[in-house]
């Protein structure tokens, strides 16, 4: 399939998978693009720039395909070494990084200047316009469906999406609800170029985590999903366990007076016991409402290949098949 997206970062299929925590490792990287997709590198799941570049040289060992790096500006007094990592990106001939967080505006020259496409992470069409004037080559277009930070408009994805193409120039994937062939048509007529994945890739053989993490987004419903931090205005969609229940409690108990500090023990340093133990009740983490469509554990290649069959099928069949003759 041929769309500006597979066209901008040389990929066979318009999949990209979405940059994790603790999720996005060389193993899941290789895997994506080896299959025809964008695979992502989570670089703040790496502590210091060596780390990053050491994992972007495990992918390489990987894969020959194109394949990226995630690196989120976060909002931080003591900012990471931002230079660093991307000096890391730079050296390690990583030709794709997709942003997030904070405006990416200071580190775009630099970038660009190496050949990286960049693509920018946006919850909102006003973010999205922001992201096209500093010079994104595109964007991952977030509805409010989202696991992860879905922002503050609580926008969802069926108007999101044709509102982002009647305003955008540059290419943009959706993002939030995506999980199959279904998926990926819908955000393809709505306007989209493509389709970034994030739970859906958890829930795969090659995802670097524990299995209790991958058979809780199995059992998990659409109606399983909560958001948290509404009252800091930093909202997460996550999966509801007991962690979850205690930081929603005291969101309730203390009201306006509620400070980041309050909710530390369920939020902060938690994703290495989940993600890497499987200890379900050590904290919250991100889920999308799409784990309602999620039902195995395929092997990455299976579900690309599985996507792209019934994507296919549904253009050439079904909706041909509606045409008058």
């Given at each position: 399939m041929k769309t500006k997206i597979t066209e901008l970062f040389g990929i066979q299929h318009p999949i990209i998978q979405g940059g994790m925590h603790f999720v996005g490792m060389a193993e899941l990287a290789a895997a994506v693009s080896n299959a025809g997709g964008l695979g992502l590198i989570t670089g703040l799941t790496q502590r210091?720039?060596?780390?990053?570049a050491n994992e972007i040289r495990r992918c390489r060992e990987m894969t020959d395909k194109p394949f990226g790096v995630n690196l989120t500006f976060l909002p931080t007094v003591s900012s990471p070494d931002y230079p660093g990592y991307i000096r890391a990106i730079i050296d390690g001939g990583v030709k794709a990084v997709e942003t997030a967080g904070n405006n990416p505006q200071k580190w775009m020259p630099m970038l660009h200047e190496a050949g990286i496409k960049v693509i920018h992470k946006c919850t909102s069409v006003r973010h999205a316009?922001?992201?096209?004037?500093?010079?994104?080559?595109?964007?991952?277009?977030?509805?409010?469906?989202?696991?992860?930070?879905?922002?503050?408009?609580?926008?969802?994805?069926?108007?999101?999406?044709?509102?982002?193409?009647?305003?955008?120039?540059?290419?943009?994937?959706?993002?939030g609800g995506m999980a199959d062939?279904?998926?990926?048509?819908?955000?393809?007529?709505?306007?989209?170029?493509?389709?970034?994945?994030?739970?859906?890739?958890?829930?795969?053989k090659e995802a670097p985590v524990h299995d209790n993490v991958k058979q809780a987004i199995v059992a998990a419903s659409e109606l399983d999903t909560r958001l948290v931090m509404r009252p800091l205005r930093?909202?997460?969609?996550?999966?509801?366990n007991a962690a979850t229940d205690r930081l929603l409690a005291k969101e309730a108990a203390l009201g306006a007076s509620l400070k980041f500090d309050d909710i530390m023990e369920e939020v902060a340093g938690v994703y290495?016991?989940?993600?890497?133990?499987?200890?379900?009740?050590?904290?919250?983490?991100?889920?999308?409402?799409?784990?309602?469509?999620?039902?195995?554990?395929?092997?990455?290649?299976?579900?690309?290949?599985?996507?792209?069959?019934?994507a296919k099928g549904i253009i050439r069949q079904r909706l041909r098949g509606m045409l008058d003759a």
């Open positions: 210091t720039p060596e780390l990053l316009l922001k992201a096209e004037a500093i010079g994104c080559d595109a964007v991952s277009v977030d509805g409010f469906e989202c696991g992860g930070h879905p922002g503050e408009d609580d926008v969802p994805n069926f108007i999101l999406l044709p509102r982002a193409a009647e305003s955008l120039k540059i290419p943009f994937v959706a993002s062939g279904r998926s990926l048509v819908a955000a393809l007529a709505l306007g989209a170029e493509g389709m970034n994945m994030g739970t859906r890739f958890i829930a795969t930093n909202t997460e969609r996550v999966l509801r290495p016991r989940i993600m890497q133990q499987g200890d379900m009740e050590a904290g919250v983490w991100s889920c999308g409402m799409v784990a309602g469509l999620i039902h195995d554990v395929p092997t990455v290649k299976d579900l690309i290949d599985r996507i792209m069959l019934e």
